[in-house]
């Protein structure tokens, strides 16, 4: 269970880590936000699917 600084944390860092993806292109791989973050995708999918449709970022995951 997370604490609300740890998502606050988590968001940020997801957040930071799509910026950077998304240099020139709207398209992010889930497997690249996962090298970035270091955490496994079924922990931070949510948060990174709302942060993407924030930024107007598209999400490829073939992992479901």
Partial sequence: MYTLFDFV???TKIENALTK???GNPIVHSDHVVNEIGKPW???KA???K???K???TILNDKG
């Fill in 9 to 11: 944390f988590l968001e």
């Fill in 21 to 23: 993806l998304l240099i």
């Fill in 42 to 44: 079924p922990e931070i």
């Fill in 47 to 49: 948060v990174t699917y």
């Fill in 51 to 53: 942060i993407a449709k």
């Fill in 55 to 57: 930024l107007g970022l």
